[in-house]
T-cell receptor, first 115, second 111 residues
Framework: NAGVMQNPRHLVRRRGQEARLRCSPMKGHSHVYWYRQLPEEGLKFMVY????????ESGMPKERFSAEFPKEGPSILRIQQVVRGDSAAYFCASSLQGDSGNTIYFGEGSWLTVV | GQQLNQSPQSMFIQEGEDVSMNCTSSSIFNTWLWYKQDPGEGPVLLIALYKAGELTSNGRLTAQFGITRKDSFLNISASIPSDVGIYFC???????????FGTGTRLTIIP
């Protein structure tokens, strides 16, 4: 799916555990976005990052959720103390630059199930 | 927040028929994108529109960026079985990297 790699594809966690989702952007892309999709709904923006910087986290829940995009390695979306309502598909996307003229490509998603 | 109304919610058509779906926004967008999503997969970009009034084709797909910047449509001509899936519009406002997604149009082809 256009080279954005996400893992794991499927993750099952018990309530209270931590979930870590990883995303490697397309080669040469330095802008990463995370979106969440609940069943039968569209994707909802969570956070926009560049290398070592969070640019916009207006869609992130205030607690338990955090994201990073270190200088080396993939972007990580971390959910602490998961609850049933966190069950969703989490999609990462990347773009070449951050201006509005650049296309955003999505990965295949990570499906989190909280039991 | 911004709202994108996508219609219809679902379509049941026969193979070979043409399909039309659209999105309208309460505010102006700088970019319109159309994606297709299959079950268990991520959205795949179909067409990107960057200019008001722009009409762009990708094979049997045609999309237009509305002149008011508040709407876009997607047409699929001569549908085939692999067109089945959920189609999402997405808009991006000026100076903002966040995409706002529509609620999706589920396309089903009746045998």
């Amino acid at each position: 799916n256009a080279g954005v790699m996400q893992n794991p594809r499927h993750l099952v966690r018990r309530r209270g555990q931590e979930a870590r989702l990883r995303c490697s952007p397309m080669k040469g892309h330095s802008h990463v976005y995370w979106y969440r999709q609940l069943p039968e709904e569209g994707l909802k923006f969570m956070v926009y990052l560049q290398k070592e910087n969070i640019i916009d986290e207006s869609g992130m829940p205030k607690e338990r959720f955090s994201a990073e995009f270190p200088k080396e390695g993939p972007s990580i979306l971390r959910i602490q103390q998961v609850v049933r309502g966190d069950s969703a598909a989490y999609f990462c996307a990347s773009s070449l630059q951050g201006d509005s003229g650049n296309t955003i490509y999505f990965g295949e998603g990570s499906w989190l199930t909280v039991v | 927040g911004q709202q994108l109304n996508q219609s219809p919610q679902s379509m049941f058509i026969q193979e070979g028929e043409d399909v039309s779906m659209n999105c309208t926004s309460s505010s102006i967008f700088n970019t319109w994108l159309w994606y297709k999503q299959d079950p268990g997969e991520g959205p795949v970009l179909l067409i990107a529109l960057y200019k008001a009034g722009e009409l762009t084709s990708n094979g049997r797909l045609t999309a237009q960026f509305g002149i008011t910047r508040k709407d876009s449509f997607l047409n699929i001509s001569a549908s085939i079985p692999s067109d089945v899936g959920i189609y999402f519009c997405a808009g991006r406002p000026f100076g903002n990297e966040k995409l706002t997604f529509g609620t999706g149009t589920r396309l089903t082809i009746i045998p």
